[in-house]
């Protein structure tokens, strides 16, 4: 039995897990008495916290200051006494206000940002590098991601005596630091198992001879400083990356520092973890009338809330588990990027201010259809919802290739991907999957309702089969007729399938196809005896009845399982005989497999003898001479 | 005859009753007191921090929505609580006259308590001695899990309230409160073994 661990044994103490871990958790305290007696030694220690629980005597001669304190202020410059300083604020004039802070933010940040763009499309930009092009170099480069070249541009080559062997400490000033052009191309791989994602770019970078300084930002992204990486995808013998420095005092920022022998506009990749992009499967299933073959369609729905914008990115999903030692969020808002843990309370703080920013943002999003910036391209188009981006979306391909421990899904082209927005993609189309659609009743599984499951292969006989299915939810509708009109049947969730598995979606309970087991009569005999005249052994007989019905219009599959909570039984069908086929599942249970016909109720009726005590050896006996035969 | 609400008391603040300010300040004070001087550890500091939340609440009364004062009330607290600790870590002042234990509301002092008319004087020593023990491992929570649990634990307060009082979710309230015990899980003593 594995044990509750004691984050989720304080978790359970203090109600600070959902109602499913909560009632797993209990549930397994029942059982567990070495569980039990860690969380009475938790309850325990924490029961020290009591000391503490009477509240504050208060004092009258406090009531008196605090209520003279109140006095003071009400009193009015004219002397006057009254409630005069209370401001009631209305309503209208609440909203104004937030409205007019909010102008003022736009404002404020759109006018930081055109001081660093050099086009006057607003934007929140990823971060990135700029310069002015010098000279021509005639030398192409590979692309490491795989994307279309750049273009060449000519540098000059400089002489490496020209440069000074030490390197400056720091920037002289603001003015030698190279400022950031938005990327040319760029590429995210999103890791859905954790708040993961590579993002890859390229961007010129305007280098004069000898050292450079390239400032890099990150503020308000969820990016991971320790990972940045910058390469030289041309000249890469003549360029050479010496250090990145984190500036004290100043908070998300690094400073790489270059020494290049070239003059000039030279491509760049510029590599990092960030989180807060993710990406799940789901899927939508429609089974024909007859309910055997299905089409199933599936898609990825892709978020974006890592507080930075990615425009034209290629986007690729892979599915499979990550281990990560340090979660990206967590470095991301570390306040040094090599420096100690963050105190709890400073993350958390981040957290909340990103919550509180994100909310503020929905706020707006919902409660106008203001234009808060004219001609403004992304971040701040509040009239624009989400639907919206779904309706325009063309049909794109996602290609699926397998790693080594991974599955890579590559969205074909290239997306835009706005901070705070998300978007579904569709991601595979099949029609005419073959469906098996059975009823199970299985009393100690799913107590005493028939439960409905719809199955298939991920193979290629099913029409599937060519990747894996990552994990996500179902949802299954049947075409009632030929007008296509559709009935919700039910949802359900798989979890990664790969290929030649078999899927099974459990529906849910059924009320249409019943089944009522009714025990008809109990009986013993066989009664043996010991030396001593006691009873050591007997058989008893249990009769049971099963009623069955379907009110469907259509044929269904059911399969019921019986247990039998012994070892030693045997099973006798009675009436109808057809009915009364049954496969020994395991060595408790029985399983009958029965086709129902269209709104029919039916019955059959069988009896188990059970043998209980020395009877049993006499099972086994009959049972070795029934195999020898 | 029923209380009036607080909402009523508000009100009535609102309008100039000079009597309803001081019925929600018995009302309240107590519970308020409390939780700053949890928050405080300092008897002195979460007086004025007591004064500075009912002289914000008269401010403010106006712009209060709703009918359940608690949640606000806290709020406000624990604003003014978060405020004085960030300006107390850029300057730290220690008063000459503070008592050695500063542990607010239960400091008992060896003379105090040999003086007392109780007939476990050692009772009570071993009583301020766990109160001193808990009230600095409070202390060494970051404010806002602090102020999460003590408004989970002593005040009872939902966690929803807790996320209204905090500006926060109710996800980083569980958070918040995973976090404060599990760190209070190494600084409480461990309970005594069964004798056997």
Redesign the interface.
């Known amino acids: 039995m594995k044990h509750v661990n004691?984050?989720r044994l304080?978790?359970y103490a203090?109600d600070?897990l959902d109602t499913k871990q909560q009632k797993d958790t209990a549930a397994h305290l029942e059982q567990c008495a070495d569980c039990r007696t860690k969380l009475e030694?938790?309850q325990?220690?924490?029961?020290?916290?009591d000391?503490?629980?009477?509240?504050?005597?208060?004092s009258e001669e406090?009531?008196r200051?605090?209520?003279a304190?109140?006095a003071e202020?009400?009193k009015s410059p004219d002397g006057t006494v009254?409630?005069a300083?209370?401001?009631?604020?209305p309503f209208y004039r609440k909203v104004w206000v937030e409205w007019t802070a909010a102008a003022a933010a736009v404002v404020l940040i759109c006018a930081l940002l055109l001081q660093n763009l050099p086009d006057t499309k607003v934007k929140t930009p990823a971060p990135g590098i700029s310069g002015k092009p010098v000279a021509k170099l005639d030398a192409p480069y590979n692309n490491s991601m795989g994307m279309a070249h750049l273009t060449t541009h000519d540098v000059k080559v400089v002489s490496a005596d020209a440069i000074p062997d030490v390197a400056p400490f720091a920037p002289a000033s603001a003015i030698e630091l190279v400022v950031l052009p938005n990327p040319d191309k760029m590429q995210l791989t999103i890791y859905n198992s954790a708040d993961l994602t590579l993002v890859r770019d390229t961007r010129r970078l305007t280098l004069k001879p000898g050292w450079n300084w390239l400032q890099f930002m990150w503020d308000g992204t969820l990016i991971d400083p320790t990972s940045l990486s910058l390469v030289p995808l041309q000249h890469a013998g003549k360029i050479d990356i010496q250090q990145l420095v984190y500036p004290p005092r100043l908070k998300d920022i690094g400073r790489w520092l270059i020494r290049s022998e070239v003059e000039g506009s030279v491509p760049f990749e510029i590599t990092y973890f960030a989180s807060g992009l993710s990406w799940r499967a789901f899927y939508m299933g429609t089974m024909n009338e007859n309910e055997t073959t299905m089409n199933l369609k599936g898609y990825v729905n892709v978020a974006n809330n890592s507080g930075q914008d990615f425009e034209n990115a290629q986007t690729r999903l892979v599915v499979g588990e990550t281990h990560l030692l340090e979660e990206i969020p967590y470095l991301a808002q570390r306040h040094y990027p090599y420096g100690p843990d963050i105190?709890?309370?400073?993350s958390?703080?981040l957290?909340?201010e990103l919550?509180?920013l994100r909310k503020k943002l929905q706020t707006l999003k919902e409660g106008s259809k203001i234009h808060v910036l004219n001609g403004s391209s992304s971040l701040f188009d509040m009239d624009m919802d989400c639907e919206e981006l779904d309706t325009t979306l063309e049909l794109k391909q996602i290609e699926k290739e397998g790693l080594s421990e991974y599955f890579l899904y590559t969205i074909e082209g290239t997306e835009d991907l706005p901070n705070t927005w998300a978007k579904r993609l569709p991601s595979f189309d099949v029609d005419d999957i073959p469906v098996k659609s059975l009823y199970k009743y299985d009393e100690d599984r799913y107590g005493s309702e028939t439960v409905r499951f719809v199955s298939f292969k991920n193979d290629t006989e099913h029409e599937l089969g060519t990747t894996p299915i990552p994990e996500g939810n179902v949802k299954i509708y049947r075409n009632l007729n030929n007008a296509q009109n559709l009935s919700y049947v039910g949802q359900s969730s798989v979890k990664y399938i790969p290929v030649n598995e078999d899927v099974e979606l459990n529906l849910g309970s059924s009320e249409l196809v019943k089944v009522q087991p009714v025990l008809m009569a109990v009986q013993s005999d066989n009664y043996t005896f010991d030396k001593n005249g006691n009873i050591n052994g007997w058989d008893d007989y249990e009769t049971w009845k099963l009623k069955l019905t379907n009110t469907r219009e259509i044929n269904v599959d059911v399969e019921i399982t019986r247990n039998f909570q012994t070892d030693a039984w045997e099973l006798v069908p009675q009436t109808p005989s057809d009915y009364g086929v049954y496969k020994k599942h395991d060595k408790n249970r029985a399983r009958f497999t029965i086709t129902l016909s269209p709104r029919t109720e039916t019955s059959f009726t069988y009896t188990v003898t059970k043998y209980q005590g020395m009877r049993s050896e006499y099972y086994v006996k009959k049972q070795n001479n029934r195999n020898n035969n | 005859m029923t209380e009036p609400s607080d909402r009523n008391l508000i009100d009535a603040h609102i309008r100039g009753d000079t009597e309803a300010f001081a019925a929600l300040l018995r009302r309240y004070g107590p519970i308020v007191l409390g939780y700053l001087t949890k928050m405080t550890r300092n008897r002195d500091h979460a007086e004025d921090l007591f004064q500075e939340t009912f002289r914000r609440v008269h401010q403010n009364a106006g712009q209060f929505r709703g009918d359940d004062l608690k949640p606000w009330l806290f709020k406000i607290a624990t604003h003014a609580a978060i405020n004085r600790y960030r300006k107390d870590k850029r300057v730290q002042a220690v008063s000459l006259n503070q008592p050695l234990c500063s542990d607010g509301e239960h400091c008992a002092t060896l003379e105090s308590t040999l003086a007392a008319d109780t007939a476990e004087p050692s009772r009570q020593l071993e009583l301020a001695e766990q109160r001193r023990i808990v009230q600095n491992s409070l202390m060494q929570l970051p404010e806002k899990q602090r102020a999460a649990l003590v408004l989970s634990y002593y005040h009872k307060l939902s966690h929803s309230q807790i996320a209204e009082t905090l500006d926060c979710s109710v996800g980083t309230v569980k958070t918040h409160l995973f976090r404060a015990l599990k760190k209070l899980k190494t600084l409480l003593p461990e309970p005594a073994g069964e004798m056997q």
């Open positions: 004691e984050d304080i978790q203090f600070l030694q938790i325990k220690q924490f029961a020290a916290l000391v503490l629980k009477e509240d504050a005597a208060l406090l009531i200051q605090t209520l304190v109140k202020r009400r009254g409630n300083d209370i401001k009631t604020i105190i709890e309370d400073e958390v703080g957290k909340e919550w509180v």
